[in-house]
């Protein structure tokens, strides 16, 4: 597997892809357990259901319960974690190389920069492809597993469906670390792009007279042509890879023209809008200026830019959907009334008909929690963060514990969670107010305080592994795929009222199980996640004391 | 020197921004030298070395190696060229022996007869992974990787950081027979001992700008020494001022230092009128021969000719 570029490329993510394959095949296989054991309850209820609705969702009547989580599998849980997995090898793939300095030998290798791009860009669509196609036949083996089968849904074309659609994102995001040698911007930049396009896909079509904006969203191509039912829409999927081979070629352009960095004592872009004299002073109020007086500031100033365009895009979402539930009105009882479990599971069953319940579906259930698990994450890894950059070494020998250390980030932690919380209930209040909404304002707070329960646990989880192993890559990946496993178990498991207690299991349901906008805090469901954090701290504060370090 | 030059630069400048890292800079090394490229941290020896090379791309002037444009021919140079560079990073996840299969996978036609004589004759360890070698080890690999493919020019930044006594010399002998061999080898380096060990010609650079190129002959020719004279007594400096071969004297209390070339016999006869307690000699670094032959050059350059520490400046 060293031959090449491109086969070390795939060597060195195909286990990452395969984890991420997994996790979503334990979802699909207990989303579709669930429903199955519903029995006849499930397919009279999906006979009962119009015509139109299934159509819209791309479920065939035949398909049942198998078609519904199907549905969800392929347009949304499955294009965010295969266009992720893309999208991370998309955006490491040059500039990667040059952030870990070994630009420097491959970069002077006999292989022009074209072809390094090219073998990369080639490797990642490899890995997308593969995944998407392994994920796919677990699909159809979670089915069989449960007692169901796959008649009816053309899974064929879901995939290649979801795979154009990834690999539209994967050569956005070389593009864009071809052209900026910013790892971090082209990765940033490509998931801002996709959870947008996410939401526009989804919102707009609720919106009358603004369905034609849906079109224009690469997500809308995932699920709009209905390829579960419908087979292969090859126009618009063409348009697609015609954009994507256009970005490569803009990619091996913008890769050409520029200097390679050599990895040390590279600038940033954040350092370089700084130096800006025209925005400058705009970044630096935003970003801080890098403190340096404690472990905790230097800790929390570098999560800062984190919080700040999170913690906006969150409060900016809120404000808009306060002025979008307005607009639609009476319109979204009808259309909610038909919508089957499956979709209903994803948004906590949120009765969308009150302006609590509209909230909770779009803000509470997916966004706010995604954005405080980014934030609660990335604080709790830098602790193994600072072993990978072998700046332990002076940190840890300076006249601070290691327990003061591990205390630092921890605290950041904890600060950056209810920073968001802060942010997505200034974000609610803001809609509350301008949409005139007339929520509880106590209420609004309190959901505020539920974020930052729930991210004070995860960033607790991604802590204690960074803190027993050292690995701030498996702290991030291993704290981000238990989130994403908890947020499925508690999002379908309790459709079969027989499994509904295992939601128990996950932290998602001490968070929302009750929508905080109807019934405020749920002071049992916080005192569950921060007892949990604090006990997961102390164990990661231990084992960071016990251990040898790394670097 | 009749053979074309194997490295010529011609006239190269990079600038970032405001800051020019490196101002009108031109030398040629010719096949079979050993040339060494000296100057204090951040002088601009990286960022030559990644302009010859393509990695970044001269704001004016140009690079040919072997005869060949950088920028045109980048992958053909890169095919006949070996490069171990600063700071060596290497993929944590492959051992050695891997990541020297990776790399002579990309370049074809290594001889692994050759990769284990020269494992061997480093001392060098294969079977770790990169990430828990120890600086040295990892530095190891990085020459390996370089000379693998015996190529016709050979391009070491800082190739001796890590490396202890007994592997170094082992290297330099190594580069001796690169040269012998009829190749070329660009040795950028900040020790100065290293390059008057092995060089056949030097270049110094500071701040950008390039001081001189010499032969290793012509400069040792210009050896200067330095002379401790102890007194009994202090001695005014004046007294050996304008003493034939005497470049430089300063006076601390009783013990008067100068510097000079040729005999010291003048000096010493100055030195005996008055009561001399001890006298210690010793050869001066090639850096303070630079400074003090090429003072003009130096000061043009915008650093202070008499003695100057090393400056940090974002490119090295």
């Known amino acids: ?551 | 020197m009749t053979a074309s030059p194997s490295i010529e630069v011609d006239r190269l400048t990079k600038r970032y921004g405001d800051f020019t890292a490196v101002d009108d800079v031109s030398f040629e090394i010719h096949p079979g030298e050993i040339f060494g490229f000296l100057g204090p941290n951040g002088a601009g020896k990286s960022t030559t070395i990644r302009a010859i090379l393509d990695l970044i791309r001269p704001t004016a002037g140009a690079c040919r190696v072997l005869g060949l444009d950088s920028r045109t021919d980048a992958v053909e140079i890169h095919r006949r060229t070996g490069f171990l560079p600063a700071d060596l990073a290497l993929w944590p996840n492959l051992t050695g022996k891997q990541t020297l299969q990776y790399l002579a996978n990309l370049r074809g036609g290594v001889d692994w007869g050759f990769v284990d004589e020269l494992t061997q004759r480093l001392d060098a360890d294969l079977s770790k992974k990169v990430g828990e070698y120890s600086s040295g080890n990892r530095q190891k690999i990085g020459i390996i990787q370089a000379f693998m493919h015996m190529p016709e020019v050979l391009i070491l930044d800082e190739p001796i950081t890590g490396l202890d006594p007994l592997v170094q010399l082992e290297f330099h002998t190594l580069l001796r027979e690169t040269a012998q061999a009829g190749r070329t080898v660009f040795l950028s380096s900040h020790t100065i001992s290293e390059v008057e060990r092995v060089a056949d010609k030097v270049a110094f650079i500071r701040r950008g700008h390039l001081i001189a190129v010499e032969q290793m002959s012509d400069l040792q020719d210009k050896a200067l020494r330095r002379i401790t004279l102890e007194f009994a007594a202090p001695v005014a400096p004046e007294a050996f001022r304008g003493v034939e071969g005497v470049h430089e004297v300063s006076v601390e209390g009783a013990t008067v230092t100068a510097q000079y070339e040729g005999s010291m016999a003048p000096l010493l006869s100055v030195a005996t009128r008055h009561d001399v307690v001890s006298v210690a000699s010793a050869s001066v670094d090639l850096d303070e021969i630079f400074l003090e032959f090429y003072r003009d050059e130096v000061a043009a350059a915008g650093g202070d000719p008499s003695r100057e520490p090393d400056t940090s400046s974002p490119v090295a």
């Open chain 1, 1 to 551: 597997m060293l031959r090449s570029v491109y086969l070390k490329t795939v060597r060195d993510r195909w286990v990452g892809a395969l984890v991420g394959v997994v996790a979503l095949f334990l979802v699909a296989w207990m989303g579709i357990a669930a429903f199955a054991g519903m029995g006849d309850d499930a397919t009279a209820f999906i006979e009962a259901m119009p015509p139109a609705y299934l159509s819209l969702t791309g479920i065939s009547a035949e398909a049942g319960v198998v078609g519904m989580m199907l549905g969800n599998m392929f347009n949304f849980m499955g294009p965010f974690v295969i266009a992720g997995i893309g999208v991370s090898m998309a955006a490491a793939a040059i500039a990667g190389e040059e952030a870990d300095g070994t630009m420097e030998i491959l970069g002077t290798m006999p292989r022009s920069r074209t072809r390094l791009t090219v073998s990369k860009v080639t490797a990642a669509v490899t890995v997308v492809a593969a995944s998407a196609l392994t994920a796919s036949v677990s699909y159809a083996l979670a089915a069989v597993m449960s007692g169901e089968d796959v008649a009816g849904v053309n899974l064929a074309a879901a995939t290649v469906h979801l795979v154009v659609v990834a690999v539209f994102f994967v050569a956005f995001a070389v593009m864009l670390g071809a052209i900026t040698g910013n790892r971090g911007l082209a990765s940033g930049a490509t998931v801002g792009l996709i959870v947008v396009s996410f939401l526009v896909s989804g919102m707009a079509p609720l919106v009358p007279g603004w369905d034609w904006l849906a079109k224009w969203s690469p997500w809308y191509w995932l699920q709009g042509p209905q390829p579960m039912a419908n087979g292969i829409d090859a126009g618009p999927l063409a348009v697609l890879l015609v954009l994507a081979v256009v970005m490569v070629a803009v990619a091996a352009w913008g890769v050409n023209r520029r200097d390679l960095s050599a990895g040390h004592g590279r600038v940033s872009m954040l350092d370089k809008l700084r130096r800006d004299p025209r925005v400058g002073r705009w970044v630096t109020r935003i970003a801080g200026s890098g403190s340096t007086r404690s472990v905790t500031a230097k800790a929390f100033s570098d999560i800062r830019p984190l919080i700040l365009i999170g913690g906006a895009f969150v409060a900016f979402q809120s404000v808009v959907v306060g002025v979008l539930y307005n607009a639609i009105g009476a319109d979204i009882t009808g259309l909610v009334d038909s919508m089957p479990d499956a979709i209903l599971a994803m948004v906590g069953f949120a009765d969308m008909s009150t302006a609590e319940g509209f909230y909770f579906a779009e803000v509470l259930s997916i966004v706010a929690p995604l954005v405080v698990a980014v934030v609660a994450i990335n604080a709790g890894a830098a602790l193994a963060k600072e072993e990978k950059r072998r700046t332990v070494a002076i940190l840890a020998t300076a006249p601070v514990t290691r327990t003061q250390i591990a205390a630092s980030k921890a605290t950041t932690m904890v600060l950056g969670s209810v920073l968001v919380g802060f942010l997505v209930a200034a974000g609610l209040a803001l809609g509350n107010a301008v949409a005139g909404l007339g929520m509880d304002w106590v209420k609004v707070a309190a959901s505020g305080l539920m974020v930052a329960g729930l991210g004070v646990f995860i960033g607790a989880v991604a802590l204690v592994i960074a803190a027993a192993t050292g690995r701030s890559q498996w702290a991030v990946a291993g704290a981000g795929g238990l989130t994403a496993l908890w947020w499925g178990i508690n999002s379908f498991v309790p459709v079969n009222p027989d499994y509904a207690d295992w939601a128990r299991i996950s932290p998602f349901y001490y968070y929302g199980h009750d929508n905080p906008l109807e019934v405020g805090a749920d002071w049992s469901g916080l005192a569950v996640l921060m007892g949990a954090a604090a006990v997961l701290v102390a164990c990661g504060l231990a084992a960071y004391r016990a251990r040898d370090l790394r670097g």
